[in-house]
């Protein structure tokens, strides 16, 4: 059985204990508390259903308890034992008390019925839980054995392996020691190969190098000769140069010149429109604000060309409110709308191409 088994089981006998002992608990409350009731001075009945409270409330100690000692493996001593014992025949005894002084052997016998079932359970349910207890710590000794022997048996293999890699390591330095002494023995014969070959080679090399001294000399020649020549080209090709650069020069000068005066014109022409426009709207202004306050609220295409026509004259808030008809706070927003357009910045101007002569 694993792990996932046994929990499932304490899981099962757990719930099952605790259903029991639920019922066992109402049934012993609903039963006990009319004798109670029965048994209690005038005007104190509602103290009836405490003592049945009392008494389950010490069952449901002891089966807890019990089943957290039971699970740790623990010996509460001989008082759990007497708790256990005492509450369960005090519910037993409350159960059939009722009946009993009726003289109703059926009525005893059936209201004993829960009051033994709780006893039995509850010692049932300790017995399983010590059973379960030792079962599942013998499992875990089995399991802690199989773990260590496992881990032996690793180390075992671990112990193998470095020895085999030792044995390894040492085979291959022995193998390393015999290439190096016959890698020594080849070197010293490529030595010997090498430095007959530099010889021949340095002698060729000599020979080689006579040849070529005599071709870099009638190459020098040939060199100096098509230099002379290339200067000359260059000295032609700078000469035409020079004399189109002085052609583009005057032209890029009189291109510029043009440009300058076609700015200055447009300049002129925009600083006359913009002349113009601000008379027109300085007499707009005038007509609008020539209107007086106004008796009602105007539309609101109105009212913004009248707030408009304020703010540029610099009359107060009140004042263009007054024309309008809007509240202060609606022309306040549109001065602060138009204050925050008069400051944003204003698009940067198209560059201007120069031409560098």
């Known amino acids: 059985?694993?792990?996932?088994?046994?929990?499932?089981?304490?899981?099962?006998?757990?719930?099952?204990?605790?259903?029991?002992?639920?019922?066992?608990?109402?049934?012993?409350?609903?039963?006990?508390?009319?004798?109670?009731?029965?048994?209690?001075?005038?005007?104190?009945?509602?103290?009836?259903?405490?003592?049945?409270?009392?008494?389950?409330?010490?069952?449901?100690?002891?089966?807890?308890?019990?089943?957290?000692?039971?699970?740790?493996?623990?010996?509460?001593?001989?008082?759990?034992?007497?708790?256990?014992?005492?509450t369960g025949c005090m519910t037993l005894a409350l159960n059939i008390a009722d009946s009993a002084l009726k003289k109703d052997l059926v009525g005893v016998a059936v209201h004993a019925v829960a009051p033994l079932l709780l006893i039995v359970t509850a010692e049932t349910g300790l017995a399983y839980r010590r059973a379960i207890t030792a079962a599942v710590t013998a499992l875990e000794a089995e399991q802690h054995a199989a773990r260590a022997a496992r881990e032996r048996a690793a180390q075992e293999r671990q112990d193998a392996a470095v020895r085999r890699e030792r044995e390894e390591r040492e085979h291959a330095a022995a193998l390393a020691r015999e290439q190096r002494d016959h890698e020594a023995r080849l070197a010293r014969e490529q030595t010997e190969r090498e430095a007959a070959a530099r010889a021949a080679e340095r002698a060729e090399r000599e020979a080689r190098e006579r040849a070529e001294q005599a071709a870099r000399e009638h190459a020098e020649r040939e060199r100096e000769q098509r230099e002379r020549e290339r200067e000359r080209r260059e000295r032609e090709a700078e000469q035409r140069r020079q004399a189109e650069h002085r052609h583009a020069a005057?032209?890029?000068?009189?291109?510029?010149?043009?440009?300058?005066?076609?700015?200055?014109?447009?300049?002129?022409?925009?600083?006359?429109?913009?002349?113009?426009?601000?008379?027109?709207?300085?007499?707009?202004?005038?007509?609008?604000?020539?209107?007086?306050?106004?008796?009602?609220?105007?539309?609101?295409?109105?009212?913004?060309?009248?707030?408009?026509?304020?703010?540029?004259?610099?009359?107060?808030?009140?004042?263009?409110?007054?024309?309008?008809?809007?509240?202060?706070?609606?022309?306040?927003?549109?001065?602060?709308?138009?204050?925050?357009?008069?400051?944003?910045?204003?698009?940067a101007p198209a560059p201007v191409l120069e031409v560098v002569s």
């Not at 006998?13 to 019922?23: F, H």
């Not at 449901?60 to 019990?66: E, F, G, Q, S, T």
């Not at 549109?334 to 204003?346: G, S």
């Open 1 to 86: 059985m694993n792990g996932v088994q046994i929990r499932s089981a304490e899981r099962a006998l757990s719930v099952g204990t605790w259903l029991i002992v639920g019922g066992a608990m109402l049934f012993s409350v609903l039963t006990v508390t009319p004798l109670m009731a029965k048994h209690t001075p005038p005007g104190w009945g509602w103290t009836a259903p405490i003592l049945p409270i009392v008494v389950d409330a010490a069952v449901v100690i002891v089966v807890r308890l019990d089943s957290v000692l039971a699970r740790l493996g623990g010996n509460g001593g001989r008082w759990p034992i007497v708790l256990r014992w005492l």
């Open 250 to 347: 005057e032209q890029a000068e009189r291109e510029a010149r043009e440009r300058a005066e076609q700015t200055a014109r447009e300049q002129a022409e925009r600083e006359r429109e913009q002349r113009e426009r601000a008379e027109r709207e300085a007499r707009e202004r005038a007509v609008v604000l020539s209107a007086g306050p106004a008796t009602e609220k105007l539309p609101e295409p109105d009212a913004r060309r009248i707030v408009a026509a304020a703010h540029a004259e610099g009359l107060p808030v009140r004042t263009a409110a007054e024309l309008c008809g809007w509240s202060v706070g609606w022309v306040t927003a549109r001065y602060q709308e138009r204050r925050n357009a008069d400051t944003a910045p204003a698009p």
